[in-house]
């Protein structure tokens, strides 16, 4: 464990948990589950990159586990938890450029069919089938809740039961600038750059949820006074992610992009794959830092 020191998890002195002792102990838990995440990348220079990235975008890992950490801490106004739910929610739904991107390698799939080049359509259709594995929860394939609605009745019941917090005004920009990115990741700059994104984005919020469950659960209890059981059921959202999911998603997109090098020939730069998963961290850094601003 390079990016914290072991002496960030040291008890503090009174042996109850600080706000400081806790926003490392979060932090760590960051950096643990992403790792952990990013172990299953096969593409060994790739996933070297990628924890590189991660090392050295630390402070604003530390900004992320800060603003969750300073948010659950007590109740904000109304206001500031609309702010919240809207701005956050920018940071996370991205299913629909997931399949965005899937139609693209589609795209060049049918190209390489019409070229008589079947086996690297194949390729490109199998990359892309990946890509739908990655969203299928979001988007209920099975017959499960959308997981909108199931934001929508978190977000809902966080906004004093109402859902004015999903109209823009509510949205700080760093989170639009955030999403706009990451959108144009996938949408608009070569197919590789999109599965780039989707690597760092899936390992991230992979470890973010996992994070962020329990500290959650308590808030709601203690802080915004609702049952235990009603608490699970309104934090469906988090808990569906977990257990797995999102690692999964990961593996999904490891494999997408394995399928996709072979299909399109396209080679792996690592400079700009940096870029992009510094970027990320930076961006959503950015977002939580930005949130942070409201409530300390
Ligand atoms: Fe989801
Ligand atoms: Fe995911």
Sequence with gaps: MSALAKS????????????????????LALFVEMKDAFSQLDHVPLREVLLESLDAERESIQAIARSFSTFLS????????????????????????????????????EAQVVAGQSARALSLFRAAGRLNRVADEDLGVGGQTLHFELYYRMATEFSEKGDQWQSRQYCLSAASDFKTWLDSTRLRSPVIEGLFSLLVHEGYTHAELEMIAKPFQKWAVE??????????????????????????????????????LEGSGAAVDLQVAQEIFRTYFRMKGAVMSALSELYT
Excluded at 245 to 256: D, I, L, P
């Design 8 to 27: 960030d998890l040291s008890s503090p002195e009174n042996g109850s948990e600080s706000g400081s002792h806790l926003i490392a102990k979060e932090s």
């Design 223 to 260: 802080h915004m006074e609702l049952s235990e059981r009603d608490a699970r059921r309104v934090l469906a959202w988090i808990s569906v992610h977990n257990g797995g999911t999102e690692k999964a998603h990961f593996a999904h997109s490891c494999a997408s992009l394995s399928h996709y």
């Design 74 to 109: 007590g109740r904000q106004s109304p206001d500031i938890r609309r702010r919240f739910f809207s701005s956050w929610q920018k940071t996370n739904n991205s299913a629909m450029s997931v399949e965005g991107l899937a139609n693209r390698m589609t795209a060049e799939g």
